[in-house]
């Protein structure tokens, strides 16, 4: 069964940067597609970040777009988010989830059958 791990989260400052790595097992991963959430306390998750089996296609929540990237290294079986010029606002759990629709890129997290436990960001001076 596919089992995701996500780790690399901390505490940063603000300005600072982290990777986020989404390590799979169980299943590889080179046939799904994978998807970045995130929850901070009282709010609701939402997406951040996509990608597509092959990375053609990739996804980015407007908040986040030209500061974080997704990458994948389908010869590991990881997918990455690097997340550059942090805000306190990005502090959140972040999750990483599969995607049967291997071929598609969506932050909507009805998509995603397999997630993670999540990684806490905090992003605080």
């Known amino acids: 069964q596919l089992q995701l791990v996500e780790s690399g989260g901390g505490l940063v400052q603000p300005g600072g940067s982290l990777r986020l790595s989404c390590a799979a097992s169980g299943f590889t991963l080179d046939s799904l597609s994978i998807g970045w959430f995130r929850q901070a306390p009282g709010k609701e998750r939402e997406g951040v970040s996509s990608i597509s089996l092959n990375g053609g296609r990739t996804d980015y929540a407007g908040s986040v777009e030209g500061r974080f990237t997704i990458s994948r290294d389908n010869a590991k079986n990881t997918v990455y988010l690097q997340m550059n010029s942090l805000k306190p606002e990005d502090t959140a759990v972040y999750y990483c989830?599969?995607?049967?629709?291997?071929?598609?890129?969506?932050?909507?997290?009805?998509?995603?059958?397999?997630w993670g436990r999540g990684t806490q960001v905090t992003v605080s001076s």
């Open positions: 989830a599969a995607s049967l629709f291997g071929t598609s890129s969506s932050l909507n997290e009805r998509m995603y059958a397999y």
